[in-house]
């Protein structure tokens, strides 16, 4: 069974106007998304900004109030019931941020920053919580100094190692990372994505990745889907994505991932204009009259791709 | 062709920490000919937004020394009367948060036309108008008329972006500096954005001076490739040399170090250590040693300089003969 089952998920905002803030329509931020992820995987949710991928995330931890569908984690009904319950079972979730600058309280020490999450779920002795700290600070590669200092004091990667070490604290089965490496260098980068799999081997953790970045989502994935305006578009293992996109939207995505290598580069132009060509010319079979993506069928067992209703 | 149209001399750009100045850009030099793309890589923290500014005398209390030849003209320590002349008429900037560089209180057509009537008074405000419109057009944007009477809030990143560039060429400059113009945009419309770079640099043959991290992009668009650590050039080479034939630990490092997707590879290289603040930069010897130190001592130069390990193609500091990286990072 998957450890994480979402089913028709949908997040809608009200749009209210008016004199009496009449509810007149809804900003249909996820409108039916299913996805299911295995113990120890990767799952890669990618799409533009606006797309869904963020409030889906939050979603699934309880930030974004759901309006309809199910969060089956372990078999339990996460959208069931209010925001205080099932706490015992969202200590098995947690959060890694984008932003390693905010997301990090400046006015508290690193000690207590990740035993924040500790003090909320287990009653521990000052000494005891003391030394889990110093056990997660040497998981995630900073000195026991650290426990003293402020965020100010770390860099960017450093950072984020906190912010990690706070998501891995109450030893979670699932971390939903969102975009965590995308305010860094390209070289501390690398080191926040090594350091992610060797926890992620090291604490047997799942992970539901969004990025935007399809080449670190390459890296790191082990599913895939790509959403557009709140819907899926295609969904599939790195493989079926990278080597066989179906919608158009998906070719498109992969044809703008720069290459790295300048010979080509008369060759990436070319066929960029074909893809663009190809999406221009294909757009009204892909989507329907409100430039929304039809419902997923599936091409192969792992493989479904959001094509209209023909055939 | 081939015309310098910058050439920067020995430039040294120090701030200000207390009571001493500290250089955030040491002795660099470069030329930027007309049609070419350079670009400036580097971590955040080495120097190639400081370089940027100073090319545009945007600092305002940065003691500079060396020479920025504009032109053939000597631009540092330039009074602002005479630096206006230049800039946003001759020299255009696009900065990098475009939402922190438009005004939220004035209307995009404004903004532009702001831009024309400091530089091209000639203009009637109906002819002003016009040339605005058509401008935003240029830079791709569907609606012109409409967006013209908007506000910056009310555009996504990549419009605000296209509205920066759009006042960035108002005047038709013949150098543009790009400061990482689309680490805030998403693939497909930083692929737009790159287009758009690409289009003006055949239409208005102006030279372009790239800023950015991300090496994917520099590939895809520069000409040449200057690599920039801790305030220095470590490597400057045309972009198939770089890319085919890096010579500097320090580039290699970069290189290795980005999800490239090829090959599936476990591990990324990491690079030890972190870029050193100002204040902590080493004066002497090679500036990347402490973040290499399984390469022995003698490897470096004790006063680090370029050489030119082929035609155009320079690196600086003797470590990168022989240097391998370390078994397991």
């Known amino acids: ?311 | 062709m081939s015309e310098e149209l910058l050439k920067i001399e020995n430039l040294t750009t120090s701030f200000r920490i207390v009571d001493d100045y500290y250089a955030a850009v040491d002795n660099v030099s470069l030329t930027v000919k007309k049609n070419e793309i350079l670009a400036i890589v580097g971590e955040s923290g080495s120097g190639k937004s400081a370089l940027a500014f100073s090319v545009m005398g945007l600092h305002t209390r940065a003691k500079m020394e060396g020479h920025i030849y504009y032109k053939g003209q000597d631009i540092v320590n330039l009074p602002p009367s005479k630096l206006n002349k230049l800039r946003g008429k001759e020299m255009g900037m696009i900065f990098q948060d475009p939402l922190s560089a438009l005004n939220p209180l004035m209307i995009i057509g404004d903004q532009i036309e702001e831009i024309l009537i400091l530089h091209n008074s000639k203009l009637s405000p109906k002819e002003r108008k016009t040339k605005a419109i058509d401008l935003l057009q240029k830079v791709g944007i569907p609606r012109p008329e409409h967006t013209y009477t908007q506000y910056p809030h009310q555009l996504s990143g990549g419009m605000r972006q296209r509205v920066i560039i759009a006042i960035a060429i108002a005047n038709e400059p013949s150098l543009l500096i790009a400061d990482e113009p689309t680490t805030a945009l998403d693939v497909t419309i930083q692929l737009q954005i790159l287009d758009l770079l690409r289009k003006l640099k055949n239409d208005i043959n102006a030279g372009i001076v790239l800023i950015t991290h991300d090496l994917g992009v520099v590939a895809e668009m520069a000409d040449r490739v200057a690599v920039m650590y801790a305030g220095q050039i470590v490597e400057i080479a045309d972009i198939y040399s770089l890319i085919s034939n890096a010579q500097h630990p320090y580039t290699r490092s970069l290189l290795n170090s980005i999800p490239a997707g090829n090959e599936k590879q476990d591990k990324l290289h990491v690079i030890q250590g972190i870029v050193p603040s100002l204040k902590n930069l080493p004066r002497k010897g090679c500036r990347f040693k402490a973040r290499i130190p399984w390469i022995d001592e003698s490897a470096h130069e004790e006063n680090p300089q370029m050489h030119e390990v082929a035609p155009g193609h320079f690196v600086r500091c003797t470590c990168y003969k022989g240097f391998h990286f370390p078994d397991h990072n």
């Open chain 1, 1 to 311: 069974m998957a450890l994480l089952e979402v089913k028709d998920l949908k997040v809608y905002f009200p749009i209210r106007t008016g004199l009496f803030n009449k509810h007149t329509g809804d900003v249909k931020a996820v409108d039916n998304v299913n996805l299911s992820i295995e113990q120890g995987m990767t799952y890669g949710l990618v799409g533009e900004s606006g797309s869904g991928k963020t409030t889906t995330g939050r979603a699934i931890i309880g930030l974004n109030q759901i309006t309809s569908g199910n969060v089956m984690f372990n078999g339990i009904d996460l959208a069931k019931g209010g925001r205080r319950s099932h706490l015992n079972v969202r200590r098995d979730i947690q959060m890694i941020f984008q932003d390693p600058y905010s997301s990090l309280n400046p006015k508290k020490r690193v000690w207590d920053i990740i035993a924040e999450p500790l003090r909320n779920f287990e009653k521990l002795s000052p000494q005891e919580e003391k030394k889990r700290v110093l056990e997660l600070l040497e998981k995630v590669n900073l000195s026991p100094e650290s426990i003293f200092k402020y965020p100010h004091e770390f860099s960017g990667g450093q950072r984020q190692r906190i912010g990690i070490a706070r998501a891995i604290a109450l030893k979670p089965k699932l971390i939903i990372a969102d975009e965590p490496v995308s305010a860094l260098d390209v070289s501390v980068q690398a080191q926040v994505l090594n350091f992610m799999r060797e926890i992620q081997k090291e604490l047997n953790l799942t992970y539901l990745f969004i990025s935007h970045d399809l080449g670190i989502i390459k890296h790191m994935c082990d599913r895939i889907g790509i959403m557009y305006k709140g819907r899926y578009v295609e969904e599939g293992t790195t493989q079926d994505i990278f080597n066989d996109p179906q919608h158009i939207y998906t070719k498109r995505l992969i044809a703008a991932i720069p290459d790295i290598d300048p010979t080509r580069r008369e060759e990436r132009l070319k066929f960029r204009d074909s893809v663009k060509t190809e999406y221009e010319q294909a757009y009204r079979d892909y989507f329907d009259e409100e430039g929304l993506a039809y419902p997923l069928k599936s091409v192969s067992a792992t493989h479904s791709v959001a094509l209209p209703g023909r055939g």
